[in-house]
């Protein structure tokens, strides 16, 4: 039988709902503050006409001085169920936790991985194509800080430049950048779902706009942190 398979590697970042999977939550913790030792993801199955089979792994997720993501494989991760097949109209509970206990010192800094959840073919032969699903689910353990970014503008080709960078200790995602004038009146928006992990920065390109006094202006920043987004001052 002839058979092809796609491999669709995604990243969660907000929409909790993929094809008929739907994670909750879609980034795990373990803060500082917290009694429990491990986190718990909860994978639905709803609208989807077969079973599928999924393997977990996890990797030890950090930033390059490129702001690329760096994963490397980390086996201190103890996760339960490490396999398991999930039915239409099914839950399954995944527990991620660590193979030692940690201690008040380790929650202290933020670390980070990403949980894979790896759809596995079945062995039986079908024809046509098959989609296979590689999902990673984000997962900080410790200590968070409240959003503390450096920004600064420039001018590239004549494209308007954002650059943030992460001061904070602890990650953030940004998912959207607006820039409004004196009146509150959007001029620039830019949407882009990028995490900063601790002392990351990135360029976000507004596209091409001379606002001139940039001084004049307001930067709205939405993130992870808080449901309102951060009102910062435009430098150049």
Same mark, same amino acid.
């Given at each position: 039988?002839?058979?092809?398979?796609?491999?669709?590697?995604?990243?969660?970042?907000? $929409?909790?709902?993929?094809?008929?999977?739907?994670?909750?939550?879609?980034?795990?913790?373990?803060?500082?503050?917290?009694?429990?030792?491990?986190?718990?993801?909860?994978?639905?199955?709803?609208?989807?006409?077969?079973?599928?089979?999924?393997?977990?792994? $996890?990797?030890?997720?950090?930033?390059?001085?490129?702001?690329?993501?760096?994963?490397?494989?980390?086996?201190?991760?103890?996760?339960?169920?490490?396999?398991?097949?999930?039915?239409?109209?099914?839950?399954?509970?995944?527990?991620?936790?660590?193979?030692?206990?940690?201690?008040?010192?380790?929650?202290?800094?933020?670390?980070?991985?990403?949980?894979?959840?790896?759809?596995?073919?079945?062995?039986?032969?079908?024809?046509?194509?098959?989609?296979?699903?590689?999902?990673?689910?984000?997962?900080?353990?410790?200590?968070?800080?409240?959003?503390?970014?450096?920004?600064?503008?420039?001018?590239?080709?004549?494209?308007?430049?954002?650059?943030?960078?992460?001061?904070?200790?602890?990650?953030?995602?940004?998912?959207?950048?607006?820039?409004?004038?004196?009146?509150?009146?959007?001029? $620039?928006?830019?949407?882009?779902?990028?995490?900063?992990?601790?002392?990351?920065?990135?360029?976000?390109?507004?596209?091409?706009?001379?606002?001139?006094?940039?001084?004049?202006?307001?930067?709205?920043?939405?993130?992870?942190?808080?449901?309102?987004?951060?009102?910062?001052?435009?430098?150049?």
């Amino acid at each position: 039988m002839n058979k092809i398979i796609f491999t669709l590697l995604l990243g969660l970042y907000s $929409a909790p709902v993929l094809a008929g999977l739907d994670f909750d939550p879609v980034q795990m913790y373990l803060k500082e503050n917290s009694r429990q030792r491990s986190a718990t993801i909860t994978l639905s199955s709803k609208d989807v006409p077969q079973e599928k089979i999924f393997e977990m792994s $996890a990797m030890k997720w950090t930033q390059n001085d490129k702001g690329e993501d760096v994963l490397e494989p980390d086996h201190n991760i103890l996760i339960n169920p490490k396999n398991f097949v999930i039915k239409p109209e099914s839950k399954q509970i995944v527990r991620v936790g660590f193979t030692q206990p940690l201690t008040s010192e380790d929650l202290q800094n933020e670390q980070t991985w990403r949980i894979f959840f790896k759809e596995v073919t079945p062995v039986v032969e079908q024809t046509g194509m098959t989609f296979l699903f590689n999902v990673s689910v984000p997962f900080f353990v410790g200590k968070q800080d409240k959003a503390d970014l450096v920004v600064q503008a420039k001018q590239a080709n004549k494209n308007l430049i954002i650059n943030l960078k992460n001061n904070a200790n602890s990650h953030i995602q940004i998912s959207k950048l607006e820039i409004l004038d004196a009146n509150k009146k959007s001029v $620039a928006l830019k949407s882009e779902m990028k995490y900063l992990l601790k002392g990351q920065k990135h360029d976000f390109d507004l596209g091409t706009i001379n606002l001139g006094d940039l001084s004049q202006y307001k930067l709205m920043i939405f993130t992870d942190k808080s449901d309102l987004p951060l009102e910062m001052k435009i430098k150049g």
